[in-house]
């Protein structure tokens, strides 16, 4: 799993406002530094590490609410909300696909037709659910919520 990122800078006698602009400048980068391998469902660990990235970006978000103008404000949030959920969408089917697998191995040859059959399914599942997130994660997409981010985060208020 990506490790958060640490925020050089931040001390505790300079404004609350300026570190909500460092903190959630740099959970943004680490959240579009991520979209690129999403969507390789060979890969799930692409799809965990923008997940936690969505997260991380959603909690500094709430938490220095205050520090942002409130209409770009809740119109970002939402998407980033959005995203985050298309996400877990993906990442349920992720995990669901890699426990039968181990499962599967540990069973009697008899049963494992039926767990392969359910396999096979949530595949699928898996395949709609990355088809639903590819429009949250393409270049565009990512490029435009990162720049609604640096604007929100230069308009930041003491």
Same mark, same amino acid.
């Given at each position: 799993?990506?490790?958060? $990122?640490? /925020?050089?800078?931040?001390?505790?006698?300079?404004?609350?406002?300026?570190?909500?602009?460092?903190?959630?400048?740099? $959970?943004?980068?680490? #959240?579009?530094?991520?979209?690129?391998?999403?969507?390789?469902?060979?890969? *799930?660990?692409?799809?965990?590490?923008? $997940?936690?990235?969505?997260?991380? #970006?959603?909690?500094?978000?709430? *938490?220095?609410?205050?520090?942002?103008?409130?209409?770009?404000?809740?119109? #970002?949030?939402?998407?980033?909300?959005?995203?985050?959920?298309?996400?877990?969408?993906?990442?349920?089917?992720?995990?669901? *696909?890699?426990?039968?697998?181990?499962?599967?191995?540990?069973?009697?040859?008899?049963?494992?037709?039926?767990?392969?059959?359910?396999?096979?399914? /949530?595949?699928?599942?898996?395949?709609?659910?990355?088809?639903?997130?590819?429009?949250?994660?393409?270049?565009?997409?990512?490029?435009?919520?990162?720049?609604? *981010?640096?604007? #929100?985060?230069?308009?930041?208020?003491?």
């Amino acid at each position: 799993m990506a490790k958060a $990122r640490v /925020i050089e800078g931040l001390v505790p006698d300079r404004p609350y406002a300026e570190a909500a602009s460092r903190i959630v400048s740099v $959970r943004a980068q680490e #959240l579009a530094e991520h979209a690129e391998r999403v969507l390789d469902v060979t890969d *799930i660990e692409g799809v965990h590490d923008m $997940r936690v990235a969505s997260r991380r #970006l959603r909690a500094a978000l709430e *938490i220095f609410e205050p520090c942002f103008p409130e209409t770009d404000f809740r119109a #970002l949030l939402s998407d980033v909300k959005e995203l985050a959920d298309a996400l877990g969408e993906r990442r349920d089917r992720d995990v669901t *696909i890699a426990a039968l697998s181990d499962f599967s191995e540990r069973v009697s040859a008899g049963d494992r037709p039926g767990i392969n059959s359910l396999v096979a399914r /949530i595949r699928a599942e898996q395949s709609e659910a990355n088809t639903a997130l590819a429009p949250y994660v393409d270049q565009e997409r990512i490029g435009s919520l990162g720049r609604r *981010i640096d604007s #929100l985060v230069g308009a930041t208020r003491e």
